[in-house]
């Protein structure tokens, strides 16, 4: 049984992660309307597994007997300097939700909830890819500087990590 203080923490993260694939969303939707089809495309991708982030920790809450609520979100930013800036702001927001999730194992420990730290092992070692991924992004683009052809090869490289994973081979 989930003690109040972890499961309203665990909701507090429930609400984090569902505004994260509401941001990302709204970034796909302004690259795509601004010749970004690729980021466009890692984006949406990007957006779909933030929510399966925000059901696998709903379940948990309500497997552990606790109860998985949603809350009212803020309207995220629709608009953008340039396709820089759009990753710039993914990496902050990472950033945000690196330090939520680590606060959310402190709290877990404190309370002696160890079970609940074992289960929040997954998104620590999640947020180091995705910092890690968001990092190299930012790296490129800050090679390509203001070079439309640089931009236009990394907007082709997002498209193939946003692109849905291969179907299996049959054996
Ligand atoms: Fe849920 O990992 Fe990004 O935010």
Known sequence: MLNKKVEEALNEQIKLEEESSRVYMA???????????????????????????????????????????????????????????????????????????????????QEKDYTTGQFLQWYIMEQIEEESLVNGILDKMNLAGDNKGGIFFIDKELAALGAPAAAPKAT
């Not at 939707?29 to 010749?35: K, R, V």
Request: proline share 2%; with cysteine; charged share 20%.
């Open 27 to 109: 970034m796909a939707s302004w690259c795509e309307s601004n010749g970004f089809p690729g980021a466009a495309q890692f984006l949406y991708k990007h957006s779909d597994e933030e929510r399966m982030h925000q059901t696998k920790l709903i379940h948990y809450v309500n497997d552990r007997g606790g109860h998985a609520v949603l809350n009212s979100l803020a309207e995220p930013g629709n608009v953008y300097k340039s396709l820089k800036d759009v990753f710039e702001q993914v990496l902050h927001h990472e950033l945000h939700v690196t330090a939520s999730i680590n606060a959310l194992y402190h709290l877990a420990t």
